[in-house]
């Protein structure tokens, strides 16, 4: 009797949970209630501690007078409205739905908090959240956020422990399957004084193996993914999931900060977070909450301060240009007259010929004369190779001279024997020994009437003669052009700094690495602007301090004393910048070192008129 009546208890108390799940769970429909967002209380109270220590409790500033100011730690008085000495300052309500962060090293850090009342929390119940950030046409699932009772995790658990179970069960050694005891009477039986295991063997152990058991756990194995989905109807998720907290109670609301860290993109203004979530109950979901309202984070960078101003550079511009090209125009032995059926004749004729017509329609330059100089290899005599250099580059004069205007005056030159380059081509291939380059070197201080005679007697000859001389029969073409209408030689133009523009361009899109090594150079405003954005503030602060002062300037020196915990100067510097440009005044709440100075120092108030 005391049995049943203990039965019965326990029944009661799970259909009162019950019941009391499920008023919980119509209450929230009814009201469609849902978790919330906020910005960080944690950042917030960071920056407030930020905002409290100082290095000084005043601080002696010039005014726009040139009289000495003091400024003090202060709030305003919440009764009088004065600003008053204050060592701390209280926080207060986070109630807005934006906040300004800045941008560093080419990154922001998203913080908010996700506030569970306690009107959605149940022992049984799992709350899954789901963050999603906009950014600009893009949406983006940051990793979930899951709230789980303690009654649904320990369920969870139980599952996973079932499972476990079940998987202890199964049988996997497959000797285990087999009737020991009846195989080895067979065995002292029939194969006593049988040295070797074979056939007879196999066949006596596979029968004498339980089939049936073997088949039975065999199926277990196979059917764990089922027993698995059975046993665990919820799994713990690991993969995507930022926080997987289990609540032991449901008395209080819970919050939790999310801080997400994001590379920036070019044009990147504003992101917002919102949040969206469901309740289940086992693998049952219940309930679908509200999607949150955004929360908008403003994001500013200092690429914003850029100097968008363009930079000239000033070029000299020659009337006469040269243009220098060569082809390899092959030549039967002794002769001079060019055979376009002969080794790539035809390729290379048509390349200068395609050359000569884009000169002669070229609208910004006039041809005023080519020269055409022929080379030989060095075979035969010096003599009998410089006049036959001097042939050939008459026949390719003849060739060509139908295909130019009557203007242009074409010249032929003999070169004789190639020797500079057959050297070069000796100490770039790959194929001679560096002993056969030395000694080919050692031929080069012998008159050029002496060298052949002497390089026959090389071994690497018969190479060089087969391979390198062909390379050595050049014709080459020298251009010489002018500018149409131009009548000086040189002018003196100014034109915009190509190199200057895409470095700006790195420093909008956010490449500051690209962007500090084109601007390295110019040392100017910009090149600060990108050390600061990469945090190399030293370096910074050298620029700035050899550039004319100006609202800008001040500006940027101001951030970098306050990185610096220069408050003194850094202050200076900023109220000097506001009284150049009182729009700064504005974008120093933008910059977290600025606006904690502003807020220490009560900057924005009007009792500092007279300084700004």
């Known amino acids: 009797m005391k049995r049943l009546y203990t039965i019965g208890l326990i029944l009661l108390l799970l259909l009162c949970a019950a019941c009391g799940s499920s008023r919980k769970m119509r209450r929230i429909r009814q009201e469609e209630l849902s978790v919330s967002l906020g910005l960080s209380r944690g950042e917030m109270e960071d920056e407030r501690k930020s905002i409290r220590m100082g290095t000084r409790d005043t601080l002696m500033v010039r005014g726009d007078d040139g009289s000495d100011v003091i400024i003090m730690k202060a709030v305003r008085d919440e009764l009088t409205g004065e600003m008053v000495a204050a060592d701390v300052i209280d926080a207060a309500v986070i109630s807005a739905r934006f906040r300004n962060i800045a941008e560093r090293l080419g990154q922001i850090d998203i913080r908010f908090d996700i506030h569970v009342p306690a009107a959605l929390q149940d022992s049984k119940w799992q709350l899954r959240l789901y963050p999603l950030l906009y950014i600009q046409a893009d949406t983006l699932q940051l990793p979930s956020v899951i709230v789980t009772g303690a009654d649904y995790r320990r369920d969870q658990l139980e599952g996973y422990r079932k499972y476990e179970r079940y998987l202890a069960s199964i049988i996997r050694d497959s ?18 004084h049988k040295p070797v295991f074979g056939p007879d063997e196999q066949e006596a152990l596979l029968h004498y193996t339980r089939k049936m058991l073997k088949r039975y756990h065999q199926k277990k194995w196979e059917d764990r993914g089922r027993m698995f989905a059975l046993y665990v109807r919820s799994p713990i998720v690991t993969e995507g999931v930022r926080l997987d907290t289990v609540l032991r109670s449901d ?12 590379r920036t993109r070019p044009r990147l203004k504003k992101v917002q977070v919102v949040l969206s979530g469901d309740i289940y109950q086992e693998d049952k979901r219940l309930y679908t909450m509200p999607q949150t309202p955004p929360l908008a984070f403003y994001i500013s960078s200092l690429a914003d301060l850029a100097d968008p101003a363009e930079r000239y550079v000033k070029r000299i511009v020659e009337r006469r240009v040269t ?78 001279r139908g295909q130019l205007a009557d203007s242009v005056r074409l010249i032929s030159r003999s070169k004789g024997e190639n020797w500079p380059m057959l050297g070069a081509l000796v100490l770039a291939d790959t194929l001679l020994t560096p002993a056969q380059k030395a000694s080919y070197m050692a031929l080069s201080g012998l008159p050029q009437a ?56 790195c420093l909008r899109e956010r490449d500051y690495p690209t962007a500090l090594e084109l601007l390295r150079p110019y040392r100017d405003i910009n090149t600060a602007i990108t050390y600061m954005a990469m945090d190399r503030n030293a370096s910074a602060l050298e620029i700035l301090l050899e550039q004319p002062s100006g609202p800008q300037v001040n500006y940027l020196l101001s951030l970098v004393y306050a990185r610096r915990k220069e408050e003194q100067k850094a202050v200076q510097c900023f109220l000097d910048a506001c009284r150049q440009d009182r729009a700064l005044l504005f974008r120093g709440n933008l910059d977290p070192e600025i606006h904690v100075l502003i807020e220490r120092y009560g900057l924005n108030g009007d009792e500092y008129t007279n300084i700004l």
């Open 175 to 192: 000797t285990r399957f087999v009737d020991w005891r009846n195989l080895n009477i067979w065995i002292e039986r029939n194969l006593a």
């Open 251 to 262: 008395s209080g609301e819970v919050v939790y900060e999310y801080i997400q860290t994001i």
């Open 323 to 400: 243009s220098h090209t060569a082809c390899e125009l092959a030549f039967r032995t002794g002769r001079w007259d060019i055979d376009l059926g002969l080794g790539d004749n035809g390729g290379q004729i048509g390349r200068i010929r395609e050359n000569i017509r884009q000169l002669e329609e070229n609208e910004l330059f006039l041809t005023d004369s080519i020269v055409i100089q022929a080379w030989a290899s060095p075979e035969g005599s010096m003599l009998a190779n410089d006049r036959l250099c001097g042939r050939r580059a008459a026949s390719v004069a003849d060739y060509f």
């Open 450 to 505: 002496r060298r052949e005679m002497a390089l026959k007697k090389e071994t690497s000859y018969a190479y060089i003669k087969r391979v390198l001389y062909p390379r050595l029969r050049l014709v080459t073409f020298d251009f010489y052009l002018s500018r149409r209408g131009m009548v000086k030689d040189t002018i003196h133009t100014t034109e915009p700094d190509t190199l200057y523009r895409r470095a700006l361009h």
